[in-house]
């Protein structure tokens, strides 16, 4: 009997968040609350293009070296993002953690408020007004 096929592995595995209509106010407050973070691309829908001109077709932005895609969706769907799938964040600074905190809070829900719990001396959890769910802690 023969063993499996090998393939190819993936060469990267990037998260892609969608949005319908967000995406570039996302965008500029993700980069704009984590000190590396940096916007890598920006595409936008034309007039004759599937989405509505002038949303996003594509962008790519990068916290501590992770890329992230994201676009805005041209069909509204009846989901959103949710808390069970979140974006982990490791902070060396408490100053960087707590600016985050506060930025993604604003006009968000706190899930797990900012404290000192048995398996963080500081961590928090919220999802962001966009509905992205980020758990952040001090490393």
Same mark, same amino acid.
């Given at each position: 009997?023969?063993?499996?096929?090998?393939?190819?592995?993936?060469?990267?595995?990037?998260?892609?968040?969608?949005?319908?209509?967000?995406?570039?106010?996302?965008?500029?407050?993700?980069?704009?609350?984590?000190?590396?973070?940096?916007?890598?691309?920006?595409?936008?829908?034309?007039?004759?293009?599937?989405?509505?001109?002038?949303?996003?077709?594509?962008?790519?932005?990068?916290?501590a070296?992770?890329?992230? &895609?994201?676009?805005?969706?041209?069909?509204?769907?009846?989901?959103?993002?949710?808390?069970?799938?979140?974006?982990?964040v490791?902070?060396?600074?408490?100053?960087?953690?707590?600016?985050?905190?506060?930025?993604?809070?604003?006009?968000?829900?706190?899930?797990?408020?900012?404290?000192?719990?048995?398996?963080?001396?500081?961590?928090?959890?919220?999802?962001? &007004?966009?509905?992205?769910?980020w758990?952040l802690?001090?490393?």
């Amino acid at each position: 009997m023969a063993g499996p096929t090998v393939t190819a592995m993936p060469q990267q595995v990037t998260p892609f968040l969608m949005f319908t209509g967000d995406a570039e106010p996302a965008v500029e407050l993700y980069t704009s609350l984590f000190d590396d973070a940096r916007l890598l691309t920006l595409d936008r829908f034309g007039p004759d293009a599937a989405g509505a001109e002038g949303t996003v077709q594509q962008a790519t932005f990068s916290i501590a070296g992770q890329v992230f &895609r994201c676009f805005d969706s041209p069909p509204v769907h009846d989901f959103g993002f949710t808390p069970s799938f979140s974006i982990w964040v490791e902070t060396a600074s408490e100053e960087e953690l707590d600016r985050a905190f506060a930025g993604l809070a604003d006009g968000g829900t706190v899930l797990m408020p900012l404290d000192a719990y048995d398996f963080s001396r500081r961590f928090g959890w919220v999802q962001d &007004r966009f509905g992205v769910s980020w758990q952040l802690t001090l490393t």
